[in-house]
């Protein structure tokens, strides 16, 4: 469980991730929509954008796999967290040995 102190960070970096995004895609957006003048600006163009094209996908593949691990953690953690939980509730039972 995040601290209450985590919780403000995580939303601020949240924010900012979105934002830059944000401004990122704005960008994106008014760099492609500038006019193609010549036929060199047109292959400069399409050769950047297969390479930006392969980046995101490159990209993609890396959260989705880093996505896989965490949630193999994930569910690691809860079984630790239900084994200790249990062994919380047990009511602790100390036999005395009679000598």
Same mark, same amino acid.
């Given at each position: 469980? $995040?601290?209450?102190?985590?919780? $403000? #960070? ?7 991730? +979105? %934002?830059? %995004?944000?401004? +990122?895609?704005?960008? #994106?957006?008014?760099? #492609?929509?500038? $006019?193609?003048?010549?036929? *060199? *600006?047109?292959?400069? /163009?399409? !050769?950047?954008? +297969?390479?930006? #094209?392969?980046?995101? +996908? /490159?990209?993609? !593949? ?8 965490? *949630? !193999? ?18 009511? $602790? ?7």
């Amino acid at each position: 469980m $995040p601290s209450s102190t985590e919780t $403000p #960070l995580l939303e601020m970096q949240t924010r900012l991730w +979105k %934002a830059r %995004a944000q401004a +990122k895609q704005k960008w #994106l957006e008014r760099t #492609l929509a500038e $006019p193609i003048t010549s036929a *060199d *600006d047109e292959a400069w /163009r399409t !050769a950047w954008i +297969k390479q930006a #094209l392969n980046t995101v +996908k /490159r990209g993609q !593949a890396q959260i989705r796999y880093q996505a896989a691990l965490i *949630d !193999a953690y994930a569910e690691h953690l809860s079984v630790l967290e239900m084994t200790l939980i249990a062994a919380a509730e047990q009511k $602790p039972s100390i036999e005395k040995q009679q000598i």
